[in-house]
């Protein structure tokens, strides 16, 4: 496959982006094309996509569709769905579709939906047990994010008295405090580890299950479960009630697996069930869509347009939805361990930029905090606004307020306001004694600066499970037409065996050999 960078389609948007890509205007774009947004918000299942305040325009976008043919796109999905072994530096195949297909469909449908439907009882035995009143899902990375993400997205179908911990971080300031508060008679313990090895993991679950026999517990076997593929090291934790998944599910693409077993708990089965058909619904779109309306496919490319063309370095993404505050956290996992790569599929350096930065905070909290910098500071970052039609409180007019405030930030951005325009307005009083050109200035808005808006009617599991595949499917996207792994994650792997390297020095005091820095600093912590 010809890497992106020696395509014709590439050259061409090079041409393209000089031509029309650098000056772009929004604005004039908008008064010269009346069928401007009309061309550019697109359909997909559950979610409707306004593109049309993007630097680009109906000519980009074919540039960019020829990028992704030239790129043989299509081809590397079908691969990935047909569960060819594509994340080739572990030699695996990457089929987390699998695991939404319905019964009987897709590939491993037996142990899929036999895993499915044990994990599911299990979650109605729990949901159904009212001695159980504290579920504590133990994991990191993609063994926390996800069901810490859907868990509170989900609130409203929760069940009303069971409560949902989630502990991740080896930090004893995250699990001792919650174990203070519980009550090990009423408590079951998550161990979801994809490896069963995790140093965070392990250590948690030691911690709990240590804490457990100390508060008089006895019956491991009701109050610890693991998700896990290492069944093995699970029972040798002495864990008897394991839930596996394959080696060919990724963590960060595991919320659909056994490690959505705390999903399943918050809100049950025939919920979770939708949340599955939501996704497999986006994954039948990304399959069978042509690319010039394949929701996945145009948000992937319009990533490669600013990263590779703007050269804008990062995204911030604003849901504007309070149970979506942990959306930003789960995509960081998702985008930046899947496509924070720098060599190609052939292990050749890549001299162009792939992961953009990828952060944000719930609308409108982001709004009195950091959007100061996206109006005026001197990056431009494309903005995605999630705005959600219909709430699931009756605070209707509070409702309005965060609607009129999602708007009014990409129309903000889009439009700006000029210095001139600032100069008509009345100056604050406590600026009295500045110039008022230079006041103006201050107060004046480049405008022109893009985003996207992603409309769902509601958020129910249906409608977040297709949300959450859309974002899977686009890294996907933008990963095959850089030519890189998205599937794999060395990165963190030096930072891990450096950890375990130094772990025994904090016990001998042992600073041989190390760096400066980093021996002053073990020195200070020890002394
Ligand atoms: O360190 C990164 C990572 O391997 C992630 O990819 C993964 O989601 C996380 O650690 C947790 O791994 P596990 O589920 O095996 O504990």
């Not at 918000?41 to 680009?56: I, Q, Y």
């Not at 074919?62 to 796109?73: M, N, Q, S, T």
């Not at 007019?397 to 889009?414: D, E, F, K, W, Y």
């Not at 595949?469 to 998205?486: D, K, M, P, Q, T």
Request: proline letters at 5%; a neutral charge.
């Amino acid at each position: 496959m010809m890497r992106c960078d020696a395509t014709q389609a590439w050259a061409a948007l090079q041409g393209h982006f000089e031509a029309h890509g650098r000056g772009f205007d929004l604005r004039e774009a908008f008064a010269r094309d009346p069928g401007r947004h009309a061309a550019l918000c697109f359909e997909a299942p559950e979610v409707f996509a306004d593109l049309s305040k993007n630097l680009l325009d109906t000519a980009t976008l074919r540039f960019l569709l020829d990028l992704a043919r030239e790129c043989g796109l299509p081809a590397h999905r079908d691969a990935m769905l047909r569960g060819d072994a594509i994340n080739t530096t572990e030699g695996r195949a990457v089929l987390h579709t699998a695991l939404r297909a319905p019964r009987g469909q897709g590939p491993h449908s037996e142990g899929v939906h036999s895993v499915l439907d044990a994990m599911l009882a299990h979650a109605e035995q729990v949901r159904g047990d009212a001695e159980i009143t504290d579920i504590v899902n133990i994991g990191i990375g993609g063994s926390d994010l996800g069901p810490q993400m859907v868990v509170p997205a989900l609130q409203p179908w929760s069940h009303p008295r069971k409560r949902m911990h989630f502990v991740s971080n080896v930090d004893g300031h995250d699990i001792a405090p919650l174990l203070r508060r519980l009550d090990a008679r009423h408590v079951l313990f998550i161990i979801a580890s994809k490896t069963f090895t995790t140093q965070e993991t392990m250590a948690n679950a030691q911690t709990a299950r240590d804490w457990y026999i100390g508060q008089g517990g006895r019956d491991i076997a009701r109050h610890f479960v693991a998700a896990t593929t290492n069944v093995k090291a699970a029972a040798e934790f002495g864990i008897s009630t394991t839930f596996g998944f394959w080696d060919w599910v990724g963590g960060r693409y595991s919320l659909w697996s056994a490690i959505g077993l705390p999903i399943a708990v918050a809100v049950g089965a025939e919920h979770f069930r939708a949340l599955l058909a939501g996704a497999h619904a986006m994954d039948l779109h990304f399959a069978q869509a042509p690319l010039e309306r394949n929701l996945p496919v145009l948000l992937g490319l319009l990533d490669v347009w600013y990263r590779n063309f703007h050269g804008f370095t990062s995204r911030s993404v604003a849901p504007y939805h309070q149970g979506l505050a942990r959306l930003p956290a789960y995509l960081q996992q998702l985008e930046m361990e899947s496509n924070g790569k720098r060599v190609d599929l052939q292990g050749r350096p890549l001299p162009f930029g792939t992961s953009p930065v990828v952060w944000g905070e719930p609308g409108t909290n982001g709004q009195h905090a950091y959007f100061q910098m996206l109006h005026q500071g001197t990056d431009v970052i494309p903005v995605e606004f999630i705005a959600i039609k219909t709430p699931s409180h009756g605070l209707d007019g509070q409702h309005h307020m965060l609607l009129a405030n999602c708007l009014a930030q990409s129309q903000a951005l889009m439009l700006g306001k000029t210095a001139a325009e600032a100069a008509t307005e009345t100056a604050p009083t406590a600026a009295a004694d500045i110039d008022r050109a230079v006041l103006a200035r201050h107060r004046s808005f480049p405008g022109n600066r893009p985003s996207t808006t992603l409309v769902l009617e509601r958020l129910t599991p249906q409608s977040l499970g297709a949300l959450i595949a859309l974002y899977e499917h686009r890294v996907f996207c933008s990963g095959a037409i850089w030519g890189i792994n998205s599937f794999d994650q060395w990165g963190v792997e030096l930072g891990k065996a450096l950890c375990n390297r130094l772990l025994p020095r904090f016990s001998s005091g042992d600073l041989a050999g190390l760096d400066p820095s980093t021996a002053g600093l073990l020195a200070r912590l020890l002394a």
